[in-house]
């Protein structure tokens, strides 16, 4: 257990609806990571926030957004669903520091989109 | 470009055999590298990284990797495999031109014969 928790485990929605998935990360670690495992992209980075701001993007559709609240803890939407964004949604979370260079991943949430 | 190859989508190996999970690299500057485990439907999990210092990093579960610059290589091993070790395994580098975060290779899926 690497002490970052994502809710919901499983999800699934229609084309064109809005979801948000959750993370909350290891206890006093300031940063999230948010990455999207598809079958035909891989592991993808899409965002990460620091301690509440945005600090970089990655391959991140402007569909999406995410945003990190004031107990750390980080949200994903994901708006205007296709078929083609059913994947696995990973958030990571990593502390300050030294230690800032390694990641600690949740279980993931799996979105279908049907 | 930064990347990371990982050139065998699959491996089968027999309960017992050791193991060898090949990985490479394409980074300009020093790289930090990690080898994480995604077991089927679980998150990703950290077996080991290498930031400096001496080129062999023992991980959890058994596993080691060597890190080869001349080579560009971060392979991955373990002497005797577990039915167990039965996963997808992923290498990662991360890479600090811009904002840190990693990027990952396309994973390897181990299969152990019993």
């Known amino acids: 257990d690497s002490g970052v928790t994502q809710t919901p485990k499983h999800l699934i929605t229609a084309t064109g609806q809005r979801v948000t998935l959750r993370c909350s990360p290891r206890s006093g670690d300031l940063s999230v990571y948010w990455y999207q495992q598809s079958l035909d992209q891989g592991l993808q980075f899409l965002i990460q926030?620091?301690?509440?701001?945005?600090?970089a993007k990655g391959n991140i559709l402007e569909r999406f957004s995410a945003q990190q609240f004031p107990d750390l803890h980080s949200e994903l939407n994901l708006s205007s669903l296709e078929l083609g964004d059913s994947a696995l949604y990973f958030c990571?979370?990593?502390?300050?520091?030294?230690?800032?260079?390694?990641?600690?991943f949740g279980p993931g949430t799996r979105l279908l989109v049907l | 470009a930064q990347s990371v190859t990982q050139p065998d989508i699959h491996i089968t190996v027999s309960e017992g055999a050791s193991l060898e999970l090949r990985c490479n690299y394409s980074y300009g500057a020093t790289p930090y590298l990690f080898w994480y485990v995604q077991s089927p439907g679980q998150g990703l999990q950290l077996l080991l990284k290498y930031f400096s210092g001496d080129t062999l990093v023992q991980g959890i579960k058994g596993f080691e990797a060597e890190f080869k610059r001349s080579q560009s290589s971060f392979n991955l091993r373990k002497p005797s495999v577990h039915w167990s070790d039965a996963a997808e395994y992923f290498c990662?580098?991360?890479?600090?031109?811009?904002?840190?975060?990693?990027?990952f290779g396309t994973g390897t899926r181990l299969k152990v014969l019993a």
């Open positions: 990571a979370s990593s502390p300050t520091g030294a230690g800032r260079l390694t990641q600690y």
């Open positions: 926030y620091y301690n509440g701001e945005e600090r």
């Open positions: 990662a580098v991360g890479t600090t031109s811009g904002t840190y975060k990693y990027i």
